[in-house]
Structure formats: structure tokens, C-alpha cells
């Protein structure tokens, strides 16, 4: 007899433990349901829909005197030159394109190189074009090929068959022309080394 008391009170005390054990963990998972849902009701109460849906009109006309977002002067740096690379004379030109408020900015068009003879004053010699190169910058892989962050300007290197012998200075005319709107031009004279 004194044998099944022990084994009932162990019984017992088991039963105990696991009936205790199943309250904590009712208790945690109400606790952290009660959590969750707070958190919920919390979350959605403060990010509420204000006003309505703006939709963009890029199909209309910006208003007159509205700012709009896009260049309006382009510059050839000063750095602009010929460079030989290996086997290979180039035009290495740097472009970089203005908003208006003059400020560096990227652009999405097509542009044109020419380079023309100039005389000592940086006048062009005659309207006959040496060299022309058309570069299309319609994508962004386009744009990432040319665009230099460091100097927030774009490089292009053209390759150049020869320059004659007796050149001293060319005059280097760059064309923007983007999807809609005005052209936009810029020259600048590149000496001959």
C-alpha cells in the first residue's frame, strides 16, 4: 500500500507539472496574440488614406511660368581634347547639361559631335566638317555608359582617323537633341598637341 502512494503522488505531481506548463503556454500565446492585434489596430489607425490619388499629367503642357525639370544649357568642359590611346587618336569630350538654375543634371536625348579647323582666334576656317559622331543617350544603359558622377558630366571618347599635320586648334560644336523641345548647342576650341 505504501508502494502505490509513492507512485500515485508521482503520478500526481507529473499530472501537475504538465497541467502548469499548459497555462504558461496559453498565457504566452494569449499574450503575444493580445500584442500582435494591439500592434495591428495601432499600425492601421495611424496610416490612414488622406485626400485623394494624384495623377500624373505628363501628357499636358506645364503651365506657363511652372518650373520644369530638364536642361536648358549644355557646356563642353575645358578639359575636352585629343588623346591618343595606343594605336587610336579620340576626342575625349565632356559634356555637361544645366537646368535653370544652372545646376549639373542628366539628360535623355541624342547628341552630335562635330569638329571643324579654327584659326588662331577659335573662328571656324571654312563651314567644312572634319570629323561628326552621333551618340544616342535614349536609355539608362546609355546614360550609365557616359555619365561621370565625379564630375557630374558626361564623357565621351571619339575615335579620330588623323588630324592633319598643320592644326593648331578645332573648334568642337556639340548638338543636344532631346525627345521634345528645343535643341540645345555648345561650342568650345580644342587645341591640337
Known amino acids: 500500500m505504501a508502494n502505490g502512494c509513492v507512485e500515485s503522488s508521482s503520478h500526481a505531481a507529473h499530472l501537475i507539472g504538465v497541467i502548469v506548463n499548459h497555462n504558461v503556454l ?25 485626400g485623394d ?32 590611346y595606343d594605336d587610336q587618336l579620340a576626342l575625349e569630350a565632356r559634356v555637361e547639361f544645366l537646368d535653370e538654375m544652372r545646376d549639373p543634371m542628366k539628360a535623355v536625348g541624342r547628341l552630335r559631335f562635330e569638329v571643324y579647323a579654327a584659326n588662331r582666334d577659335g573662328e571656324i576656317v571654312d563651314q567644312k566638317r572634319m ?14 555608359e557616359f ?11 571619339l575615335g579620330v582617323d ?28 580644342v587645341m591640337v598637341q
Open 147 to 157: 555619365y561621370d558622377a565625379v564630375t557630374r558630366a558626361y564623357l565621351f571618347r
Open 131 to 144: 570629323f561628326s559622331w552621333d551618340v544616342d543617350m535614349l536609355t539608362l544603359e546609355d546614360n550609365q
Open 53 to 84: 490619388w494624384v495623377r500624373a499629367r505628363s501628357s499636358e503642357p506645364a503651365a506657363e511660368g511652372q518650373w520644369q525639370i530638364k536642361p536648358v544649357r549644355i557646356r563642353v568642359y575645358p578639359s575636352t581634347r585629343f588623346v591618343q
Open 26 to 50: 496559453i498565457m504566452r500565446s494569449t499574450f503575444l496574440s493580445t500584442v500582435l492585434v494591439l500592434g495591428a489596430v495601432a499600425f492601421l489607425a495611424g496610416c490612414e488614406m488622406k
Open 162 to 189: 588623323q588630324l592633319p599635320r598643320e592644326l593648331e586648334r578645332t573648334v568642337v560644336r556639340v548638338t543636344f537633341m532631346p525627345p521634345a523641345g528645343e535643341r540645345l548647342e555648345a561650342m568650345a576650341v
